[in-house]
């Protein structure tokens, strides 16, 4: 029995260690300069690149985090403050609702919004449905950074004259800020990978495009369209996106964990 | 109270620092109130959205959606089940495939790991939950499916003759339930692993060393001693990632085939309700269409709530007992 337990620990791990191992052999000789700097080619022709991709996946990422910072830091700090008050706890609850809902959820969520009335796919349908979904990850690392915080500091702040709200921004938002960037880099991690939001809200484009009101391209979603259609280049192109997606992820997770750490030694949970 | 115009003015800067401050504080209070506020909003948003585009399907076909199988776009016909039933057999297959294997993980991290390599291993395991899913459907198509059509399902099939039960027969297409059961436990793992691990280390150690004194095993002691004591959060654990598998979307639609219909064999190409809605939404004909996709989005969203809420209950209801 102890003995399956190591054989489920290696089972557990071994599947990243494979896909990672896949994902670099495959994708690292389709990368090349070429790749981020050219636009996708023709169909099934060499070359091409994901220029547009990249750019858009940021360009989304830049409008959800404008939805979704504020309201989830703000949120944050109502939770941090009002800790168990009925409504705090409805908030939470539903905080958790909300981020347990599928993504293709929230797609056809921001669809019917801001899609449909103006028949138009457009990027910022796409940002505010990545934004939606950042806010309950965002909400919760910072009420979590905030509650780490000792009341000391702000009943020491208080006792100095500053009024509340000035101690809850600048003395307890200020100490727990490293914290909080760290979760909302965390929160943008996740999203800058989904894809079923984007699927019918920014659609997708083949050509350059910077807009807001006009579909716009997305790494994840050049990465499926690849993916699934039979052309072998493609194919080479979808890893060498998948690696380069997920080393942005990886990067940002490897740091986020860095960067809380317990300075003590004890892991940090 | 002097008359001293001098003490006129400390008073009235008082007050106005007073007045300032209780200003400043209202509005924080109301910014952070709204903030807060926006979640409740955007989930009933969400809901109302939902139904209100859902229900001129629910109005025309009623229960049909979620009862018969016939998905045929052009004579109007929209029964859903072949999807949902693909949605509840493909998380079942991931549960059965991750749950030991998460909980085995668990166990191994909390009890028996040495403590330098708990924070690797964890982490490890836990980044399963950071790759994106759309990179895991890449890896199962161009992965997983050969590998299973090559030797894993030849091998359960006619090896072990498990070919002749209903559940692995027929042939051995490479894009099926079974591969989208394979690639859902491995995105399940990570979130019962992590909820376990997090309920059997707040497991007290009075419980662990009392069972010890009593003459267990180590292996007795934890399964008769930690695992009851923690066991409605592994359950909430085991919830939450069925939660994650019964909405996942881009890794079951590269892996499971996409084929609308009902059949008994895990080696049979399948459908799922988030399947179904991606590949048809951007190119919905009718009306009609988009509300019945929209219908399939309601009983999706439903079915997600109910199962989360459960799991967080369960969950949090382990984190009350340990403060009490």
Known sequence: ?269 | MTSLPVDWLENDRRKLRVDASAYGDKIYEALTAACALAIPALVIAIAVAIFAAAWPAFAKLGFSIVTTSDWDVRAGHFGAAPAIFGTLVSSTVALIIATPLAIGVAIFLSEFAPLWLRQPIGFLVDLLAAIPSVVYGLWGIFVLIPLLREHVMPFLRDTLHLGATPFFSGPAYGPSMLAAGVILAIMALPYISSVSREVLMAVPRSQREAALALGATRWEMIRDAVIPYARSGIIGGIMLGLGRALGETMAVTMVIGNRPEISASLLAPGYTMASLIANEFSEATSDLHLSALMAVGAVLFIITLIVNAVARWLVWSVGRRRTQ
């Open chain 1, 1 to 269: 029995m102890i003995g399956f337990t190591y054989l489920a620990a290696i089972l557990a791990t071994l599947p990243l260690v494979l896909i990672l191992a896949h994902l670099v052999r495959k994708g690292a000789s389709s990368l090349s300069l070429a790749f981020f700097t050219h636009m996708p080619g023709s169909v099934g022709e060499p070359g091409g690149g994901m220029a547009n991709a990249i750019v858009g996946t940021l360009m989304l990422i830049g409008i959800a985090s404008i939805i979704g910072l504020p309201i989830g830091i703000g949120a944050g700090l109502y939770l941090a403050e009002k800790k168990s008050t009925p409504l705090a706890s409805t908030v939470r609850f539903l905080s958790d609702v909300l981020n347990g809902l599928p993504s293709i959820v929230m797609g056809i969520f921001a669809w019917e919004v801001l899609v449909r009335p103006v028949r138009h796919f457009s990027a910022l349908a796409g940002g505010v449905a990545l934004g939606a979904m950042m806010i309950p990850l965002v909400t919760r690392t910072t009420e979590e950074m905030l509650l780490v915080v000792p009341t000391s500091l702000r009943e020491a702040a208080l006792a100095l004259g500053y009024p509340k709200w000035r101690t809850s921004i600048s003395v307890v938002l200020r100490t727990a800020l490293a914290g909080i960037v760290t979760g909302a880099l965390v929160a943008v991690a996740r999203i800058a990978g989904e894809t079923a939001p984007l699927l019918f809200t920014a659609l997708g484009n083949q050509f350059w495009s910077t807009s807001v009101r006009e579909p716009i391209a997305a790494l994840p979603l050049q990465i499926f369209t690849y993916a699934i259609n039979a052309y072998d280049e493609w194919h080479r192109q979808a890893w060498a996106g998948a690696l380069v997606l997920i080393t942005i992820v990886l990067i940002i997770s490897l740091a986020a964990r860095f960067a809380t750490r317990s300075r003590f030694g004890a892991p940090v949970d």
